[in-house]
């Protein structure tokens, strides 16, 4: 059974989702995890400003450990900008991480 994580990404730090995804998707320590693609916000979702990624898993994986990941990514290859992370759980049971500048 797969599990799929929504992944906000704020528009004020200038990278684009596709962005985001290439960079995940061409890593193995980060594809072993999941494939991350661009994709649309999850139904009752609260902003439509931001860019929108689904990670998709074969197994459950601690929000904590997606954050460090793209953390880190975004701080190698995209954003010197400090940034904030966190987690909503919609009442469909849907988890997001939204990604934004401090």
Known sequence: M???????????LAVAPAELAAAWNGRSATTDLGRLEVGAAPPHSFDVGL???????GVTIATSVVASLLTDLLKEQ??????????????DGARVIVIKEK
């Open 78 to 91: 995209f954003v010197k900008k400090r940034t904030v992370i966190t987690e909503f759980v919609l009442p």
């Open 51 to 57: 860019g929108m990624l689904l990670l998709t898993t």
């Open 2 to 12: 797969s599990h799929t994580l929504h992944i906000a990404l704020d528009p004020a």
